[in-house]
Nanobody
Framework: EVQFVESGGGLVQAGESLTLSCAYSGFTLDDYDIGWFRQVPGKEREAVSC????????VYAYSVKGRFTIRDDDREKMVHLQMNNLQPEDTAVYYC??????????????WGQGTQVTVSS
């Protein structure tokens, strides 16, 4: 069974940093893509970053490129999202998610419970 435990959300001021962590079980990164998504109430879910199972290549949303870094550790069964220079528009519920390898193209099949990130101006 695929499971996730997310942590690290909170309230910060603009310009500050946070690191989100996701402990996962039930799969390995040899077979599953893994990534972070975020959602604001009333808006569509946005893909933030994804690690492809094929070659561990990483993609980022344009809105976070240069500020956010995803780091996976399959030995520890953890994936982290380092978020620097946070801005109010980064405020959202952040979700860890994974799915069978598709080079980060297909909809992910398994989702964490989400962790709130709030950035004040």
């Amino acid at each position: 069974e695929v499971q996730f435990v997310e942590s690290g959300g909170g309230l910060v001021q603009a310009g500050e940093s946070l690191t989100l962590s996701c402990a996962y079980s039930g799969f390995t990164l040899d077979d599953y893509d893994i990534g972070w998504f975020r959602q604001v109430p009333g808006k569509e879910r946005e893909a933030v970053s994804c690690v492809s199972a094929c070659d561990y290549s990483v993609v980022y949303a344009y809105s976070v490129k240069g500020r956010f870094t995803i780091r996976d550790d399959d030995r520890e069964k953890m994936v982290h999202l380092q978020m620097n220079n946070l801005q109010p528009e980064d405020t959202a519920v952040y979700y860890c998610a994974a799915g069978p390898y598709s080079d980060c193209q297909n909809e992910f099949t398994s989702w964490g419970q989400g962790t709130q990130v709030t950035v004040s101006s």
